[in-house]
């Protein structure tokens, strides 16, 4: 669906659906033919006065406006950017159910100055965008089209700031990069393998972004053992996808790391057969990353700054060829690992790409994004992603820049007891702690990881309770979420 704004007021506009959205107490002239309706409404006690609550109206006699939801956006001092998405998805998907070919969103004054103007429209199309999102299955039926083609904003008053237009454009740009992030992830593992996943990659180069892909006989030769382990078990060789976005009077360079295992299986530590599906989802911190460069070589997001994107992608497998618990595999920065766990194989995967990211690039910081660890999920639920790093600052900005976003970090500790239980016994460390005597699963992967940063401020996001739902959100369905593609946007948009 295509959501964009224009100025003037609805009164006169023709549509499907004219969704009012107000504030609790905010009164608002809505158009004569509805007079009678919400009349009626009004005298039956059914006119909403909370947040989501909604009402549908009817026009008596001739009318532009085929019908009119009162959608209550609550108490004006809570109407945060992820209260105006979730309300932008509920309007976009009522007109959706009730067969509309376009509607119109209309807001209230009181609405569009709770928030940032820029941020407002940023909401309200990423929720309209990211709620009518829908992944095309692969099938021998053609797929059903959206009955609704396209959204506009417009405000009661008439009047819409330029900056909320500015974010109305740059939000639904941003959304498409986010549904291209939910596409690829939701693939099965055979749809999706390294060099699919390569060849993706090398579809968003063009003038603003290079890609160049690593074979298996690079990562040899750059002493990537630690990547190539993983990568034994399965017959689809592994890529090392770099993208690299440099644009003029470029001084900083920022790099992106995420985890692109396009299917984990566990290894030879092989993982129960229930649900073992869902690790198609074990590359969504790659996705997020190709998100990102999506949106830079569209133009959706842009900076000052050169941007490093690098995914090592590998499958995760058994096989008589495959690395064994107890294996002492050696990283590209010289450091053996014990291969406790062959389960534990993104920090491998990560570890020689973020020696490789600190050697090439030289990057001033470095986020990281991975569903590393089952445990986040113990930890936080599907509602926030992990921030674990080795710098307050730089920790600080991306958990802001998720928190405007809507895809909500939340930090966790990492302290010397924490990299103490990651030492080997017969290497420099081990792929796992103690488990169950050590507990705190998703803050050893991060420790594990800060060993291959070489002091460069770091954060890595445990992505893995928020990639794919557990319950669907207004703005998401079923499926990938595309977490991570907005928080790095607005991270690297706001980087000084
Ligand atoms: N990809 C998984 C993490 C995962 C598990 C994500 C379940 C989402 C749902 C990762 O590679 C893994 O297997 N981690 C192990 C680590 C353990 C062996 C220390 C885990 O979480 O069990
Ligand atoms: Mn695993
Ligand atoms: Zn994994």
């Not at 890529?239 to 290894?267: Q, R, W």
């Not at 030879?268 to 911190?285: A, F």
Request: charged share 25%; aromatic share 6%.
């Amino acid at each position: 669906m295509r959501f964009s704004s224009k100025a003037g007021a609805p009164n006169s506009a023709k549509t499907d659906l004219l969704v009012v959205l107000f504030a609790k107490g905010e009164k608002l002239a809505l158009p004569k033919a509805f007079d009678a309706a919400h009349k009626a409404a009004k005298a039956a006690g059914d006119l909403p006065a909370e947040y989501r609550k909604s009402c549908l109206l009817y026009p008596a006699g001739k009318a532009t406006q085929r019908r009119l939801l009162l959608l209550c956006a609550g108490d004006k001092k809570r109407l945060d950017p992820e209260r105006l998405r979730r309300l932008s998805a509920m309007a976009c998907k009522r007109a959706e159910a009730l067969g509309a070919a376009d509607y119109i969103l209309c807001t209230g004054d009181a609405v569009l100055a709770a928030c940032d103007e820029r941020l407002t429209g940023v909401a309200l199309a990423e929720g309209a965008v990211l709620g009518s999102y829908k992944y095309q299955i692969p099938s021998h039926k053609k797929a059903e089209p959206a009955k609704c083609k396209s959204g506009v904003l417009m405000s009661v008053s008439g009047k819409l700031a330029k900056a909320c237009t500015d974010g109305v454009r740059s939000g639904a740009k941003r959304a498409v990069s986010v549904s291209f992030t939910r596409d690829l992830c939701n693939k099965g593992g055979n749809l999706l393998t390294p060099a699919i996943m390569a060849r993706e990659a090398r579809k968003l180069g063009n003038a603003k972004v290079k890609v160049k892909i690593l074979e298996e006989k690079d990562m040899a030769r750059l002493k990537m053992g630690a990547l190539l382990g993983v990568s034994r078990g399965s017959a689809e060789p592994a890529k090392l996808i770099c993208m690299d976005y440099n644009p003029k009077g470029s001084k900083k360079t920022l790099c992106v790391v995420g985890k692109g295992l396009t299917f984990d299986a566990g290894g030879i530590s092989l993982k129960p057969g229930g649900g073992m599906d869902e690790m198609r989802y074990d590359m969504c911190g790659g996705g997020a990353v190709m998100g990102l460069f999506h949106a830079l070589s569209t133009g959706a997001t842009k900076s000052k700054h050169r941007i490093v994107g690098i995914i090592p992608a590998s499958e995760n497998l058994p096989d008589g060829k495959a690395q064994k618990p107890g294996d002492i595999v050696t990283a590209m920065n010289g450091m053996t690992i014990d291969v406790l766990n062959t389960d534990a194989e993104g920090r491998l995967i990560l570890a020689d790409a973020l020696c490789y990211a600190v050697k090439t690039y030289k990057p001033s910081a470095i986020v990281d994004l991975a569903t590393l660890t089952g445990a986040v999920i113990v930890a936080l639920g599907h509602e926030a992603s992990a921030a674990i790093g080795n710098n307050q600052k730089l920790i600080d900005a991306v958990v802001a820049a998720g928190e405007v976003a809507g895809d909500r970090l939340w930090q966790l500790p990492l302290w010397d007891v924490h990299r103490r239980q990651m030492k080997g016994r017969y290497s420099d460390l081990r792929n796992i702690n103690s488990g169950k005597m050590d507990g705190g699963g998703s803050i050893s992967g991060g420790a594990f990881l800060e060993n291959f940063v070489d002091g460069t401020p770091w954060v890595h996001l445990d992505i893995a309770g928020s990639a794919w739902n557990a319950k669907a959100k207004d703005y998401y369905t079923s499926g990938s979420t595309g977490v991570g593609v907005r928080a790095l946007c607005d991270w690297i948009e706001g980087r000084k």
